[in-house]
């Protein structure tokens, strides 16, 4: 006679990449148990109390537990409960990525990129966020400046006072600076001001979310640099928590914090840290127009000086020449969309400044020593395009 298999609820929001990403590391691990049924609830955070949990007669929860209403219903259960989010600490066995080291990844980020001037925009009241905020200004001590903002969740681009703080701030900090912000969704926020207030990204302000919530980032203005912050590997680690405690075992060290994967770098800090503000001007016109066909001319009178001048001022800030680091750009953006999405090659070279796809077949294969389809299919065996 068979075992009854469990019957395992999961109140984890599919809205964001990193929920979904958790849902997967749970289904990875449910699969090959083969003992599990599981119930998913869906929603969002603010919701995620659904109807059938009043009855429910499951034999165990893993939940994003956003408030003390949550927490207290799941509390009278009286079943296992594994939380992957962490905002109601010490209520349940946790599993979490690790903030203080995600924080620290992005600050080698920028440091990598000679940025001194440091800033971090976050949400106010929630922990992991003051968390990040805090690894990231100790990772950050031997800058020139570091400044904090946080905001509360609801906060947005329609709420017309918090985005004016936002503008103020970001318009007030020394440039360049580097900014990580909590979440993806922040970033979006962040690059919203910095557009209205005409200020150059990543050449005076560049950025770094969290989650690497793919739709976010392609649809951000520049597209968002992000931090893969290992939620797949959370949802697992949960999962194999469940099992052990549905077994009768302790449910092993917790909180349990899951390291970070990668930075998935994308336009919004691929930069290096530009002081001089004409320069900067000129490589913004570059990042712009770069599907375009560009010369010194066109960029020096975007920059508003002489293209002598700006040929001058250009090596001396980058170390390189305009036609090199056009190239350099170019193949960077080909090789991404390459790796990232499955857009077809000539696309991928329109999009990138090379005249057909024939010639970004040999850019391609002289830079990196693979062809654009060799590039594309490695990127695929390895899990898929980034951040799917």
């Not at 905002?87 to 990844?105: S, T």
């Not at 696309?347 to 830079?367: D, M, N, P």
């Amino acid at each position: 006679m068979a075992l009854a298999r469990k019957k395992i609820g999961l109140l984890v929001e599919t809205s964001l990449g990193s929920g979904r990403e958790i849902l997967k590391g749970i289904a990875r691990y449910a699969r090959y148990s083969g003992e599990w049924q599981l119930f998913h609830a869906a929603g969002g955070l603010s919701e995620m109390i659904p109807d059938w949990l009043e009855n429910w007669d499951g034999d165990g929860i893993i939940a994003r537990i956003q408030s003390d209403e949550v927490s207290r219903k799941l509390k009278e259960l009286e079943i296992p409960v594994i939380d992957v989010l962490g905002v109601c600490e010490n209520r349940f066995p946790l599993v979490h990525v690790d903030d203080e080291a995600i924080a620290k990844l992005a600050a080698l980020h920028f440091s990598e990129r000679n940025f001194r001037h440091f800033a971090f925009y976050g949400i106010a009241g929630e922990n992991w966020s003051i968390r990040r905020a805090e690894g990231f200004r100790n990772a950050c001590e031997t800058g020139e400046s570091f400044s904090i903002l946080e905001m509360p969740r609801r906060s947005d681009t329609t709420d017309t006072n918090s985005f004016q703080r936002l503008q103020e701030w970001v318009r007030d900090l020394p440039k360049p600076v580097g900014i990580m912000v909590c979440s993806d969704q922040k970033g979006l926020e962040l690059l919203e001001a910095c557009l209205s207030e005409e200020i150059p990204v990543p050449e005076q302000v560049a950025v770094i979310g969290v989650d690497n919530d793919a739709a976010l980032c392609e649809i951000a203005d520049p597209p968002l640099t992000s931090i893969r912050g290992g939620h797949f590997i959370v949802g697992h680690e949960a999962a194999a928590m469940m099992d052990r405690l549905l077994q009768g075992l302790p449910p092993g060290p917790t909180p349990l914090r899951v390291p970070p994967i990668e930075v998935v770098e994308r336009e919004s800090s691929g930069s290096v840290a530009i002081d001089d503000p004409t320069v900067a001007k000129g490589l913004k016109f570059i990042r712009e127009h770069l599907a375009e066909s560009i010369n010194n001319d066109s960029i020096s009178r975007a920059a508003g000086i002489s293209r002598t001048l700006f040929q001058k001022r250009f090596r001396e800030a980058l170390g390189t020449s305009i036609r090199e680091h056009i190239l350099a750009r170019r193949i960077e953006r080909a090789t991404s969309l390459i790796e990232q999405t499955d857009i077809p090659l000539a696309e991928v070279a329109y999009r990138s400044g090379f005249r057909h796809q024939e010639y970004l077949g040999q850019i391609i294969k002289k830079a990196t020593g693979n062809t654009p389809g060799e590039l594309r299919k490695a990127a695929q065996n390895d899990g898929g395009p980034k951040g799917s």
